[in-house]
């Protein structure tokens, strides 16, 4: 009689791949800093590179921003024309243009009340 199968085994390997992750994960956590009570836009985090996490949180921002979204909105208007001109519904393919953009164009506009706080409301 058999104790254990092949499919308990890997379930095994796997839980215990995993367990290893999240223990390796922990120790790192223990050193991450913050930034303190004031958020930090426009550059790192001083004392820290992009390297640590307030930075690569940033500059993930940052390339989602500027890069990504009006880069994939491009694409979705030649989508969207290539399937006007094959007689194809065009309505997803604008429809997500305008979503990335509207992504793009609200980081950018919560960025700049981080930064500027409240005088650019009201005055």
Not at 77 to 86: D, E, P
């Given at each position: 009689?058999?104790?254990?199968?092949s499919q308990s085994?890997?379930?095994l390997i796997l839980l215990?791949?995993?367990?290893?992750?999240a223990v390796a994960?922990?120790?790192?956590v223990v050193y991450a800093q913050n930034s303190g009570s004031a958020p930090v836009l426009g550059k790192a985090v001083p004392g820290q590179n992009a390297a640590?996490?307030?930075g690569t949180v940033f500059n993930l921002v940052n390339w989602v921003g500027n890069v990504i979204a009006p880069?994939?909105?491009?694409?979705c208007?030649?989508?969207?024309?290539?399937?006007?001109?094959?007689g194809r519904g065009v309505a997803r393919w604008a429809v997500t243009a305008v979503g990335l953009l509207l992504i793009s164009g609200l980081?950018?506009?919560?960025?700049?009340w981080v930064t500027n706080g409240t005088n650019g409301i009201g005055n």
């Open positions: 009689m058999r104790f254990c199968s085994i890997r379930c215990a791949g995993i367990l290893y992750m994960q922990a120790g790192m640590q996490p307030e880069l994939g909105a491009v694409l208007v030649v989508m969207a024309v290539i399937s006007y001109t094959q980081t950018r506009l919560i960025e700049s």
